[in-house]
């Protein structure tokens, strides 16, 4: 092939990458809304679900901080399986996968620390 014709099959080729990227991104924030939605509905009545409120609660934990506990993204499977947490006041709650995945983004999307170590106890 000619490098006439090499170019503009290169820049084509740029461009949906590029554009496949911008669709990436764009699911992604989709998947952190859907899982924000999933969270204010079920779980805000008691837990701080997002970047600076306060617990309603004051020893429910705090979303944006769950990182500093444990990791977030083991959360997934357990949403899926039925999540219980040994509160005798906290139900327990089953998610679809599609769902367990949403919220396990938005999660990972608000933590504090996305980085930091789950504290030993």
């Known amino acids: 092939m000619s490098s006439r014709r090499l ?18 991104a764009q699911s992604q924030r989709v998947l952190i809304q859907r899982g924000e939605t999933l969270v204010r509905q079920h779980c805000a009545l008691c837990h701080a679900v997002g970047r600076t409120d306060a ?9 944006r901080e769950l990182s500093k506990r444990y990791p977030v993204d083991v959360l997934e ?10 509160h005798p006041a906290m139900p327990e709650f089953t998610f679809s996968a599609e769902r367990a995945a949403a919220i396990v983004a938005y999660l990972t999307s608000i933590q504090t620390e996305p ?3 789950p504290q030993r106890r």
């Open 115 to 117: 980085n930091a170590r």
């Open 7 to 24: 170019l503009p099959a290169l820049l084509a080729l740029a461009l949906m990458a590029g554009g496949a990227g911008d669709v990436v």
């Open 55 to 63: 617990s309603p609660y004051p020893n429910a934990p705090l979303f």
């Open 77 to 86: 499977e357990a949403l899926a399986e039925g999540f219980t947490s040994g």
